[in-house]
């Protein structure tokens, strides 16, 4: 069965740091990844996803994620986080080609102080 | 373009009452999922929808809980009777086909926080 593991629960940051949130996922086949996020007080967001080909994927609001499918990983970054970034982010994956289950990991609480 | 509504965005209720979760997918989205997100956990599928048929409801616990989408459109959730265990928050999602890859790209509602008192 597929799973997602997201290696930090609370990440603490201040303005301006450089943020990298770890994913990785148990899936022998070809995947399709996603990052969500979610602000506080507000719906699930898809923040950017990887299907197929360049394995960097650039998202909104200066975000980025790369899929290294030797290490089973699909780790998100941004080099400069802002205070607005404040909020939960999931890691989901799906084994692609036709359907199949979204699968979420537990989520990384980011609390980006001024 | 609008997104996915839920509706209530709240419900508190005591446990062994019904109660019961709508949602309305962007238009024109074919496909509609129910997940559940426990506190401190990601959200997890319980039913998904084509069109008006489940195609998939192998983690919905049938003894209690049932789901239905008439007309291919909205759908209703629901729980009767509600447990303690249940307490979480209740999300929609819906997708279109996307033609290129053949996959989905979900899209969310902001769910219903459900507390069983």
């Known amino acids: 069965a597929q799973s997602v593991s997201q290696h930090n629960h609370h990440v603490i940051l201040s303005e301006a740091a450089s943020l990298e949130l770890g994913c990785n996922y148990s899936?022998?086949?070809?995947?399709?990844l996603f990052w969500y996020v979610q602000y506080p007080g507000q719906h699930l967001q898809l923040l950017l996803k990887?299907?197929?080909?360049?394995?960097l994927v650039k998202g909104i609001k200066g975000f980025e994620a790369e899929f290294i499918k030797s290490k089973f990983s699909f780790n998100l970054r941004k080099p400069s986080v802002q205070w607005s970034d404040t909020a939960e982010y999931f890691c989901a994956v799906t084994a692609s080609g036709g359907y199949n289950k979204l699968i979420f990991g537990a989520g990384t609480r980011l609390a980006v102080h001024p | 373009e609008a997104g996915v509504v839920q509706s209530p965005r709240y419900k508190i209720i005591e446990k062994k009452q019904p109660v019961a979760f709508w949602c309305n997918p962007i238009?024109?989205?074919?496909?509609l999922y129910w997940y559940r997100q426990n506190l401190g956990q990601g959200p997890e599928l319980l039913i998904r929808y084509e069109n008006e048929e489940a195609v998939d409801d192998s983690q919905l616990p049938k003894d209690r809980f049932s789901a239905e989408r008439l007309k291919g459109v909205d759908s209703t959730l629901k729980i009767q009777p509600a447990e303690l265990g249940d307490s979480a928050v209740y999300l929609c999602?819906?997708?279109?086909?996307?033609?290129?890859?053949?996959?989905?790209?979900?899209?969310f509602g902001p769910g219903t926080r459900l507390t069983v008192l």
């Open positions: 999602a819906s997708s279109p086909r996307d033609t290129v890859s053949g996959t989905d790209t979900q899209y």
């Open positions: 899936y022998g086949g070809t995947v399709n």
């Open positions: 990887y299907f197929s080909g360049d394995p």
């Open positions: 238009s024109g989205h074919n496909t």
